[in-house]
């Protein structure tokens, strides 16, 4: 069970840390910035047991392209999801370029990686990257009581069942993977990219 502490699900990547590195080499750059993305992708990817996230709060960037990986995904209805890649001059990771139009649709899609439209808990349910959405205030209680439930089914069945379900798209979902960063690695040290990324903090620092 992966989940949040406190209001956020996640905030996603550390920005001021992507932005410090473009000093440096590029592949200083990739290596630093992306590597512990990249592996922690593959390991969501080829996880044997049965993943469920519990989505208490905005999850942004990183943290909603890889639920597409999970097996389940319940929100609190105060949840978001947002990517916002081209407004940082960025890419869609996470395998998201290949899970989300297969599970919202192309035009869903295309809103949602492309144009950064934000989702509320009740919208990424509609579309699929949501199994089931929670009064927040009842949240971790529903929930936690379900999981209890779900721990006590045999474990072996569970896997195994998962292993049938998942192991078809495995190999997609790495090569996936492989393109995603290779695409990141080429715009990590681009003019626009940069730009993009002085400019968000530029509108953090005004606020």
């Not at 990517?83 to 295309?110: D, H, N, R, V, W």
């Not at 809103?111 to 808990?121: D, I, Q, S």
């Not at 579309?127 to 209680?141: M, N, R, S, Y």
């Amino acid at each position: 069970v992966c989940t949040g502490y406190g209001d956020y699900f996640s905030s996603g990547n550390d920005l001021s840390n992507a932005l410090r590195l473009f000093t440096g080499s590029l592949e200083e750059t990739m290596k630093e910035s992306s590597g512990a993305v990249r592996e922690m992708v593959h390991t969501i990817i080829d996880f044997p047991k049965p993943l469920i996230a519990m989505v208490n709060g905005p999850a942004i960037g990183i943290a909603t392209t890889m639920l597409g990986l999970f097996d389940l995904v319940y929100a609190s209805d105060k949840a978001t999801f947002n990517t916002p890649f081209s407004k940082l001059g960025q890419y869609p990771e996470g395998c998201s370029s290949y899970i989300f139009p297969k599970i919202m649709g192309l035009a869903k899609a295309t809103e949602v990686l492309l144009f950064n439209k934000t989702l509320t808990a009740w919208e990424a349910c509609n579309v699929g990257l949501v199994t089931e959405v929670f009064p927040d205030a009842t949240f971790q209680q529903e929930v936690w009581s379900r999981l209890r439930d779900y721990a006590a089914l045999p474990k072996n069945c569970l896997a195994l069942s998962k292993q049938l379900i998942r192991n078809v798209e495995k190999e997609k979902l790495h090569a996936v993977c492989a393109k995603e960063f290779e695409l990141l690695s080429k715009r990590i040290n681009s003019e626009d990219a940069i730009n993009a990324l002085q400019q968000f903090f530029q509108r953090k620092s005004k606020l």
